[in-house]
């Protein structure tokens, strides 16, 4: 083969690679839809068809609750409270027996006009003379109702009084209360503020 066939012949293959490739590239209109797109996982759409924000006035209020409890015929504990959080706030009830650090807990909510209650807690066979600890806690405003994160912030960045504090997790503030109670047929002396209940 000539010199200048050679050369004819290799630009016409040239030619025909980059013509080739050229109708791979695709244009705008041949892209897969969104949601065809990553593997077939749908991409959030933008802020303009996000969730609007609720509109309702911040919790300004220092945070209080009142814990209150009640031994049943059968030793177990009704743990009851009020509180001035928002109506639907998420609350987890917690009783450990000081003695042998036993627990047991129980989710919530903040009823209409702030009441709360759990249980009953403790065995089947009823609760044994000591010291108690019920803990009631708010966790993150992340996984709070959306109405009642609106109120209190998405960090919890509205709470405050004595009983708000930083969350362990870094997912910002939440609430911790506590009271001791003893239970038992006869009082105990203690120097602590406790609440003595006696079956009856």
Not at 47 to 63: G, I, K, M, T, Y
Not at 139 to 149: D, H, K, L, M, N
Request: glycine share 14%; with cysteine.
């Amino acid at each position: 083969m000539k010199a200048w066939q050679r050369g004819a012949w290799g630009m016409a293959l040239v030619t025909g690679l980059v013509a080739g490739l050229g109708g791979c590239g695709g244009s705008e209109d041949d892209k897969p839809p969104a949601d065809e797109r990553l593997g077939g996982v749908a991409q959030p759409e933008t802020s303009a068809q996000s969730a609007p924000a609720l509109d309702v006035a911040p919790f300004d209020a220092e945070v209080s609750i009142d814990i209150d409890a009640r031994l049943r015929s059968d030793r177990r504990l009704l743990v009851e409270g009020v509180t001035n959080l928002p109506e639907a706030t998420r609350l987890q009830v917690l009783v450990e027996r000081e003695l042998s650090g036993v627990r047991w807990q129980e989710r919530t909510v903040v009823e209409a006009g702030g009441g709360f209650a759990a249980g009953p807690f403790g065995p089947g066979s009823g609760l044994p003379d000591g010291g108690y600890r019920i803990t009631v806690n708010m966790p993150p405003a992340s996984v709070q109702p959306s109405e009642v994160r609106a109120r209190l912030g998405d960090k919890g960045q509205h709470l405050r009084g004595p009983l708000v504090q930083a969350s362990r997790h870094g997912l910002g503030q939440v609430i911790s209360a506590s009271q001791r109670f003893l239970v038992g047929s006869e009082p105990r002396h203690t120097t602590d503020q406790v609440e003595v209940m006696e079956v009856k």
